[in-house]
């Protein structure tokens, strides 16, 4: 998939192997999609909590969005 620009309110991601996530901001959700634009899986991020999500980000979503194995970001 080609990409010149992403729409805003939307920030996209080129990862390993050509593929892309996108994460919709309005929302807070993610999806990620194959090479061919195809989507794979969708999901909104949570923040961490000890007791109900221990898998959650730690810090702010901004952070998290600038983890190193996110891919890098297309502007």
């Known amino acids: 998939m080609k990409y010149s620009q992403p729409v805003p309110g939307y920030r996209s991601y080129r990862q390993n192997g050509g593929s892309t996530a996108v994460f919709d901001e309005t929302s807070k959700t993610w999806s990620a999609n194959t090479p061919h634009g195809v ?8 923040p961490y909590d ?3 999500n221990p ?3 730690r810090g702010t979503l901004e952070d998290r969005l600038r983890d190193p194995g996110r891919g890098t970001e297309l502007r």
């Open 39 to 46: 989507p794979q899986t969708m999901y909104k991020p949570k």
């Open 50 to 52: 000890a007791a109900t």
């Open 55 to 57: 898998n959650g980000y």
